[in-house]
């Protein structure tokens, strides 16, 4: 019996899910469907594709190097179908964007309704997550990031820069002491990450500027911005964020001025797909757009 590509389906589910339950999930099938699956596979290539263990599934060294294949035959079915749909003035189909949370509540929300809008049978997905999407596991089909990875087979693309300032509420600021300069910071709670959290050293905003103790903290930096917003504490925003909440007034300007960077990762067999390199596109130059838009009101 020769390997079927929906062999091969449930192999790479396997793979990036390690574990029967996790590819179910992906595949709709029943855990034990898909571990029959598996077993049949295995038996079709007389080789073991899995080491399992009550960890889950790891793959083998046969497996491993099936893993290139596997992806590249996905890719190509992709490319494939996208080239029989035929050449079209708007894009369709499903696409989903992994993205941390600041971008995924204050950016991503009106861009991607803009591209839904001019492209009527696109259905967008958005996966806000506080850690890194993980693109092997086809977590999202591709991901904004603030560092740019330096690991695996990605394209990686800087979409723009974006600024972050101290903020804290009107009522805050009136009701404590005034705020001149740095050393003012320490008679004053501030809201920042869980420090054991941080996903990403770009994030560590505090510890560049000097603060040790953190009164109030969530690994969701819209979280942080709402609770500043309260009037609780002091805070690092987006400036992107700001017009979102008008309370907030940026403070130590002249002290603290922080730059970042989104950036834009993608599968690099991912290069193939016209449809994908359309989206990216309008992806990177709408947030571009937005962040300029947002940042001029601050």
């Given at each position: 019996m020769d390997p079927q590509w929906d062999d091969m389906k449930v192999f790479l589910a396997v793979a990036r899910e390690a574990?029967?339950?996790?590819?179910?999930?992906?595949?709709?099938?029943?855990?034990?469907?898909?571990?029959?699956?598996?077993?049949?596979?295995?038996?079709?290539?007389?080789?073991?594709?899995?080491?399992?263990?009550?960890?889950?599934?790891?793959?083998?060294?046969?497996?491993?190097?099936?893993?290139?294949?596997?992806?590249?035959?996905e890719q190509a079915m992709r490319a494939g179908t996208e080239a029989l749909s035929g050449p079209s003035d708007t894009m369709s189909g499903q696409i989903r964007i992994g993205a941390p949370d600041g971008s995924a509540n204050y950016i991503l929300p009106q861009v991607c309704a803009q591209?839904?809008?001019?492209?009527p049978d696109l259905d967008i997905q958005i996966v806000a997550l506080p850690r890194v999407i993980n693109l092997s596991r086809r977590e999202a089909d591709m991901a904004v990031t603030v560092s740019a990875p330096t690991a695996g087979?990605?394209?990686?693309?800087?979409?723009c820069d974006y600024r972050l300032h101290l903020v804290a509420s009107r009522h805050y600021l009136k009701q404590y002491p005034p705020i001149q300069k740095l050393e003012d910071l320490q008679g004053h709670k501030m809201i920042g990450y869980i420090p054991?959290?941080?996903?990403?050293?770009?994030?560590?905003?505090?510890?560049?500027?000097?603060?040790?103790?953190?009164?109030?903290?969530?690994?969701s930096v819209s979280v942080q911005i709402k609770m500043a917003a309260q009037g609780?504490?002091?805070?690092?925003?987006?400036?992107?964020?700001?017009?979102?909440?008008?309370?907030?007034?940026?403070?130590?300007?002249?002290?603290?001025?922080l730059t970042r960077s989104?950036?834009?990762?993608?599968?690099?067999?991912d290069q193939r797909s016209e449809r994908l390199n359309r989206f990216a596109q309008a992806l990177s130059k709408g947030i571009r757009d937005e962040v300029a838009r947002l940042e001029a009101l601050t």
């Open positions: 574990s029967l339950s996790g590819a179910g999930r992906i595949l709709k099938m029943d855990p034990a469907t898909v571990g029959r699956r598996i077993a049949r596979f295995e038996a079709v290539l007389e080789t073991p594709l899995f080491v399992k263990s009550p960890q889950g599934y790891a793959l083998s060294a046969a497996g491993d190097r099936l893993l290139v294949h596997a992806e590249a035959a591209i839904a809008e001019d492209n087979k990605l394209l990686v693309q800087k979409i054991d959290m941080i996903f990403d050293k770009e994030l560590d905003y505090l510890n560049d500027i000097g603060v040790e103790r953190v009164a109030l903290a969530s690994n609780t504490a002091i805070c690092v925003a987006h400036d992107f964020s700001l017009p979102a909440h008008r309370m907030l007034r940026k403070i130590l300007t002249d002290k603290v001025s989104f950036h834009l990762v993608r599968h690099q067999g």
